[in-house]
């Protein structure tokens, strides 16, 4: 596993503040929507605050929190769904960024119980993968934690049913750039279901973008359906 490299609070805070303001310009969060952490030592994380849109928030409104959800920085309160960025820190000592957001086309899949998890685009096999769907669970919920923490392991983000998607990585940009490429994957599934030309690849084909993996850097990520189901 390559080394882990915490960004400063300070660059923690920038990136937090310009992942959020490009989640809103996007239309991936609507009102208060959304939250964003990024982690800055082995036992400290900063969180977006809870009830504040995410393209109009200042450094100053950001919380900074311990492993165990204790504030120790700021004077908001941290996200409704910081157990959940939490669980995922916990599962995934790799992982130092998480970005939640309710994408539209995303959200239209997860609503409808869909993972994706096909192999339709050749740079989603190799650097996105597999996006599964975690099960139904309330909120900022125990529950919801618990059922997304186990795929950090794995996978490169979720959907979350009847809910929206989270994705992560090593920083908060990489995170925001997976949740991108969530959305951009949904989008192609949904318009090639529509015009009838769903056409996954063959086995073989999979298996040759995840040759790539290693030169490109990228681990884990599951393996996507193939034309056959493979």
Same mark, same amino acid.
Request: with cysteine; proline share 6%.
């Given at each position: ?12 805070r920038?990136?937090?503040?310009e992942?959020?303001?490009?989640l ?6 609507a ?13 400290e ?23 165990? $959800?204790? /504030?120790?920085? #700021?004077a908001?309160?941290?996200?409704s769904?910081?157990? %959940?960025?939490?669980?995922? =820190?916990? @599962?995934a ?5 998480v ?7 995303s ?56 809910? $929206?998607? /989270?994705?992560? #990585? ?8 997976? %949740?991108?490429?969530?959305? =951009?994957? @949904?989008?192609?599934?949904?318009y090639?279901?529509?015009?009838g ?21 990228v681990?884990g ?8 189901g493979?």
């Amino acid at each position: 596993m390559a080394e882990i490299r915490y960004l400063t609070d300070e660059q923690a805070r920038r990136d937090i503040i310009e992942a959020g303001r490009r989640l809103y310009q996007k239309g991936f969060v609507a009102a208060n929507d959304g939250n964003i952490s990024a982690r800055v030592s082995e036992t400290e994380i900063w969180c977006t605050p809870s009830g504040v849109s995410k393209g109009f928030m200042s450094e100053d409104m950001l919380v900074k929190l311990d492993m165990s $959800g204790n /504030v120790l920085d #700021g004077a908001m309160r941290p996200s409704s769904e910081i157990k %959940m960025h939490l669980a995922i =820190y916990r @599962a995934a000592p790799h992982i130092c960024g998480v970005v939640h957001a309710h994408p539209p086309v995303s959200a239209m899949f997860a609503a409808a119980g869909q993972p994706l998890d096909a192999a339709l685009l050749q740079e989603a096999v190799v650097s996105l993968g597999v996006i599964p769907l975690a099960p139904f669970a309330i909120p900022g919920s125990e529950e919801l934690a618990e059922g997304v923490a186990p795929l950090a392991r794995e996978y490169n983000g979720a959907l979350l049913e009847h809910h $929206g998607a /989270v994705a992560w #990585g090593r920083d908060v940009m990489q995170a925001l750039f997976r %949740m991108e490429s969530i959305e =951009y994957c @949904a989008t192609v599934a949904m318009y090639a279901r529509m015009a009838g030309l769903w056409r996954p690849m063959t086995k073989a084909q999979i298996d040759a973008l995840l040759t790539l993996r290693p030169l490109w850097g990228v681990a884990g990520g599951g393996i996507p359906r193939g034309r056959d189901g493979d």
